[in-house]
């Protein structure tokens, strides 16, 4: 199995700004796409952002264009999501995920295989 493990999450005040990092272990391979989800309780897991494995892809949802970028090191294993100009709105529980085949499409939450526990994004007004 393909362990991730998000970090980088916390508080910040609004404007600030933010990388969260998502590591792979385990039974790791060329994991492809790799994506980010964010949830707010009562609410339904919402696409973030995703990466293609040459790191050259990419594609976000609307309300980050501009905002967030998402780039990732094969090397290590790691997809990261700088987070600039954050605003209450983004709270919520980041989700780092990671699909196996390079197929689907990669802002639906069925494309990925493996999720990591999350880490928690708190942006105060």
């Known amino acids: 199995q393909v362990q991730l493990v998000e970090s980088g999450g916390g508080l910040v005040q609004a404007g600030g700004s933010l990388r969260l990092s998502c590591v792979a272990s385990?039974?790791?391979?060329?994991?492809?796409?790799m994506g980010w989800f964010r949830q707010v309780p009562g609410k339904e897991r919402e696409f973030v952002a995703t990466?293609?494995?040459?790191?050259?892809?990419?594609l976000y949802t609307d309300s980050v264009k501009g905002r967030f970028t998402i780039s990732r090191d094969n090397a290590k294993n790691t997809v990261f999501l700088q987070m600039n100009s954050l605003k209450p709105e983004d709270t919520a529980v980041y989700y780092c995920?990671?699909?196996?085949?390079?197929?689907?499409?990669?802002?639906?939450?069925?494309?990925?295989?493996?999720w990591g526990q999350g880490t928690q994004v708190t942006v105060s007004s």
């Open positions: 990466v293609r494995w040459s790191g050259i892809g990419t």
């Open positions: 995920a990671a699909g196996s085949s390079g197929l689907g499409n990669p802002d639906l939450s069925t494309t990925y295989d493996s």
């Open positions: 385990g039974r790791t391979f060329r994991t492809n796409p």
